[in-house]
């Protein structure tokens, strides 16, 4: 009689288990990564359609079948684009969540700050996004398909000074990515011969920059360099430069040519140069992406960025294939660092000794007039950026 008793407890508990499995998504049939983007703050327009493009690709592969068969899953948190929000994003997807991969984040400030803690935990870090020079050395487990602010520095040095540009004035949002981006220009165009005669920084929450502004007009210099981290701070200095008179040439990157930043700028923005990442009109991959990401969120912004985060969670579910465990780290880690892949961003590219993106580089645009900006194209491009 015991022996039915115990039989019968193991069966009804097992049945509990099962049930419970199964309430809980049944975590033995997929396999959960963490993602980290700036869904508030000021990385808000990027890390959103970031987030929504690795969404997109996670939908397709399980619609193809999931991953060894298996589904998987995003566990998604908001890193704000800050360090300190980023950490408790992290600590919230590792202690809470259990997860060993994640990608992420937006922007470079809160990858920085969140690399020390996943290097120290033997956590995949692996953003799509985050450009600061100085993530080349995050460590081990870091990786990016994001290319590096050095070659913006360099490549926008050389443009403003074979443009005749020899004083210049700079205005940064003191972030991590925007001073990075101000930090090597300014330092690429002083080796040129360069003269930079003003500048100044703002913080994330400034909305109206005509003070600034009028500072750096009163030095009389050639050109504005502008290093934002938001589309929305991009969009409204264009804007207020024009408003305050100023003739001269603009020069900017990536998130001052996002779709958000050139409707706030308006015809303020025509002809100003950027050093930017851009899908490749012949990629047939990128392009096929772009067109499923506008049907099924009925906008674009930063097509790259977006292509890029689709891209990491495809090069992420081909390494879980070959792991089979989202808990391998380093078994992750090994395979980043051997694989090549071709993909919405380019064809043929993979991972250096410092996770850093190899075989991919960024181009030099001009913005349109306003008048002949159109929803699929807003700049034309002028050529690539010259490998630093």
Known sequence: MRSLQKLSFLFVSMAILTVAALACGGDEEVF?????????????????????????????????????????????????????????????????????????????????????????????????????????????YIFRTQISDLEVGITTGNILWADGVRILATITESTDYAEGVRRTSVAQFETRGGAVVAGEHFGSEVTDFRSQLSKLFAEDPDALHIAPQSEFAAGTIVKQARE???????????????????????????????????????????????????????????????????????????????????????????????????GAIGDNYSFDSDGEVVGLSRVVVEVLPAAERTAERTYKVLGPAPKP
């Open 32 to 140: 959960r990564i963490g993602v980290m983007e700036s869904l508030t703050g000021s990385g808000e327009t990027y890390g959103t359609v970031a987030n929504q493009a690795k969404q997109m690709a996670a939908d397709e592969i399980n619609a193809a079948g999931g991953v060894n068969g298996r589904r998987l899953e995003l566990v998604v948190e908001d890193s704000r684009c800050n360090a300190s929000d980023a950490i408790i994003a992290y600590n919230k997807l590792t202690d809470v969540e259990g997860v060993k991969i994640i990608l992420g984040t937006s922007c470079s400030a809160a990858m920085l700050g969140v690399a020390p803690h996943a290097e120290a935990d033997g956590v995949i870090l692996f953003s799509g996004l985050a450009s600061n020079p100085d993530i080349a050395n995050a460590g081990d």
């Open 244 to 342: 305050l008179g100023f003739e001269g040439p603009i020069y900017a990157e990536t998130v001052s040519v996002g779709t958000t930043a050139l409707e706030i700028a308006g015809a303020a923005a025509d002809g100003m140069k950027a050093i930017t990442a851009d899908l490749d009109p012949d990629n047939e991959k990128g392009q096929e992406v772009l067109a499923n990401f506008r049907e099924r969120y009925e906008y674009v912004t930063l097509p790259w960025h977006l292509g890029s985060a689709y891209d990491d969670v495809y090069i992420a579910a081909e390494c879980l294939k070959i792991t089979n465990d989202d808990q391998d780290a380093d078994g992750f880690r090994d395979c980043m660092y051997a694989i090549t892949w071709s």
